[in-house]
């Protein structure tokens, strides 16, 4: 069975910065690329940053490009989320997403999903 576990998120102040983390369990996590989305109002999951089998192929979303940093630890089955310099429009819930092998910027190419984690911004 498939899991994903977010933790992490939290209150913090705008400028702050917080470091998301989702745990997978059930896959061989080397083989699994890892996304990350976010609850957009009205808009569905909208695309944050992924990051494939490499490290180096990682991807992100225009709103959150040299804000954020994905990264992933095959070794702890954990990939990460480091959110700098956050924004009170960041506000809302966080979820990790996870496909065999290549990694995609659409949520319809995910199967498996986490419940998500909240992160608030306070102006």
């Known amino acids: 069975q498939v899991q994903l576990e977010e933790s992490g998120g939290g209150l913090v102040q705008a400028g702050d910065s917080l470091t998301l983390s989702c745990a997978v369990s059930?896959?061989?996590?080397?083989?699994?690329?890892v996304a990350w989305f976010r609850q957009a109002p009205g808009m569905g999951q909208e695309f944050v940053a992924s990051?494939?089998?490499?490290?180096?192929?990682?991807n992100y979303g225009r709103s959150v490009q040299g804000r954020f940093t994905i990264a992933r630890d095959n070794a702890g089955n954990t990939a990460s989320l480091r959110l700098n310099n956050l924004k009170p429009e960041d506000t809302t819930v966080y979820s990790c997403?996870?496909?065999?092998?290549?990694?995609?910027?659409?949520?319809?190419?995910?199967?498996?999903w986490g419940q998500g984690t909240q992160v608030t911004v306070s102006s």
């Open positions: 990051i494939g089998l490499s490290d180096a192929d990682v």
């Open positions: 059930g896959v061989i996590f080397s083989d699994f690329a």
């Open positions: 997403a996870t496909r065999r092998s290549q990694a995609s910027r659409q949520r319809y190419d995910y199967v498996y």
